[in-house]
Nanobody, 125 residues
Framework: QVQLVESGGGLVQAGGSLRLSCAASGRTFRNYDMGWFRQTPGKEREFVAAITWSGGSTHYADSSVKGRLTISRDNAKDTVYLKMNNLKPEDTAVYYC?????????????????WGQGTQVTVSS
């Protein structure tokens, strides 16, 4: 089992920044590829970013987030981060981190075995 706890969400004005953290405990964190997803009411959970176990490869959703969001990890601290710059109202969502031992399908929710409880990000215009 891997337990994941997100933090760092909150209310921010458009153009502002936040850094989300996801602290892991349980199994060996450095073995897991990690992902960030977000979800708004009535919509499916959508992929935001992912990072491989070593941090050597990162993936981002599309042009709407690429360049504004950066995923990173610190295996010594068992933590993955999502730095979000130039936030927009459409970034408002609950953000979830997830962990997987699979090395494929990182853009899909089905690839992940463990999920955190989520942290709310609200961007005001």
């Amino acid at each position: 089992q891997v337990q994941l706890v997100e933090s760092g969400g909150g209310l921010v004005q458009a153009g502002g920044s936040l850094r989300l953290s996801c602290a892991a405990s349980g199994r060996t964190f450095r073995n897991y590829d990690m992902g960030w997803f977000r979800q708004t009411p009535g919509k499916e959970r959508e992929f935001v970013a992912a990072i491989t176990w070593s941090g050597g490869s990162t993936h981002y959703a599309d042009s709407s987030v690429k360049g504004r969001l950066t995923i990173s990890r610190d295996n010594a601290k068992d933590t993955v981060y999502l730095k979000m710059n130039n936030l927009k109202p459409e970034d408002t969502a609950v953000y979830y981190c997830a962990a997987t031992l699979r090395a494929y399908g990182l853009r899909t929710t089905a690839a992940y075995d463990y999920w955190g409880q989520g942290t709310q990000v609200t961007v005001s215009s």
